[in-house]
Structures are given as structure tokens and as C-alpha cells.
């Protein structure tokens, strides 16, 4: 009588062990990117949880994001970037204008350096005036941009921030994918945890 040992190495002595495909290293890394680019990126957003509102021309922006805030105080609304703030004082649209951080701020407004369609990702440096407090801190980051700032991949948007900023790098380049989460023991998904709870990016 054979013994489970015997049974078990003879059921591995007659298992067929077939080699696997050859990887091909031709194929591409990244899927394709469906243009045009800021459709993209939106899809990518979207599937983090972040928002994003597509516009065709600057005054559409504006309007939309003036109608957008008025659920918060004006008090509670801040953009420390001098080239925002002029877009803001031109369109009607009130906001703080304090150096210091209110800490009943509801929502903040910043600009980026680049949008990556493939991720989803904003990013952004502390190169920009309002400082890297201002993409962690406001409970809702709103993010203003230009469609000619989305790129296809990662890739790209270093090659472009290295041609922007040549030998004076900003010290810190962070990508913000989604607003902030993390996830319990149980996976139970919990959004805002360690900064935004929500973002939105108004692009035209």
C-alpha cells in the first residue's frame, strides 16, 4: 500500500511542467492614451475619486468655479498665487487674501506645473507661491490649469519640469493623485485622512 508521500511524488513525477512565454520586451510598458489628452486625464481622475470640470474657454472656467463656491465662506476660501488671485479679482470672485493658513478654511486654490493623463496625477512644486501647505491643508483643493498643461505620461511631465526649471529644480515635486485616503484593517476606504478630502481641477 503506498503511502500519502509516495502518492503525492508520484502525482508530481507525472505533472506536465510547461516553460512559460518568453516575455516580449518589445511590447509597451503604458496602455495607449485616448485623445484628446484632458479627456483622458479626466477618466483617470475620476476612477481615484478626484473631480474634474472641463471648460472651452477661461471665461466658462471662472463662471463655473464662482458658482462652485458659493456654498463656502469667502473667508474660508484661499489663494495665495499672485496670477490666480488676478483671475479671481477679475471675475467678481471673493477669497481670502491672508498670509496665514485660516483654520476654518473650507477650500483652497492653487495652480499645478502639469496634469498626467495616464494616472490622473496633478503635479505640483514648492515652487509655486502659495507654498507646499496649501495642497495638503484646505479640506477641498481646487486646482486651476491649462489643457496645454496635460502631458501623456510620468515621463513626460519630468522631462518637461526639468526643461522648465533647468539647474534650479524646485525642492520638493510631489504628485497628488486623488484626494487623501487611506484604508482600515478591514479595507474599508476613508477619504481626507491626511489631507484633502476632495479634489477638483477646473481645466480650460
Do not use: W
Not at 13 to 22: E, F, G, K, R, V
Not at 52 to 78: D, P
Amino acid at each position: 500500500m503506498k503511502t500519502a508521500r509516495q502518492e503525492i511524488l508520484e502525482k508530481l513525477q507525472n505533472t506536465s511542467h510547461s516553460l512559460p512565454d518568453a516575455p516580449d520586451y518589445n511590447a509597451p510598458v503604458y496602455h495607449p492614451i485616448e485623445k484628446p489628452l484632458e479627456m483622458a486625464f479626466k477618466k483617470s481622475l475620476e476612477r481615484v475619486n478626484g473631480s474634474v470640470h472641463l471648460f472651452e474657454t477661461e471665461n466658462e472656467l471662472f463662471t463655473a468655479l464662482h458658482h462652485f463656491l458659493q456654498k463656502y465662506s469667502h473667508k474660508n476660501i484661499s489663494c495665495l498665487e499672485p496670477g490666480i488671485q488676478k483671475k479671481l479679482h477679475l471675475y467678481n470672485i471673493p477669497y481670502s487674501v491672508a498670509e496665514e493658513l485660516n483654520e476654518q478654511m473650507e477650500a483652497g486654490i492653487t495652480g499645478c506645473e502639469f496634469l498626467i493623463a495616464h494616472t490622473g496625477s496633478v503635479m505640483v512644486s514648492s515652487a509655486q507661491a502659495g507654498g507646499r501647505q496649501m495642497f495638503v491643508y484646505p479640506p477641498v483643493h481646487i486646482v486651476v490649469a491649462r489643457k496645454s498643461q496635460v502631458v501623456e505620461y510620468l515621463q513626460n511631465a519630468y522631462s518637461a519640469i526639468l526643461e522648465k526649471y533647468q539647474n534650479s529644480l524646485p525642492s520638493q515635486i510631489s504628485l497628488i493623485t486623488g484626494p487623501s485616503r487611506t484604508a482600515d484593517i478591514e479595507k474599508t476606504l476613508i477619504l481626507g485622512a491626511h489631507g484633502p478630502k476632495e479634489l477638483h481641477v477646473f481645466l480650460a
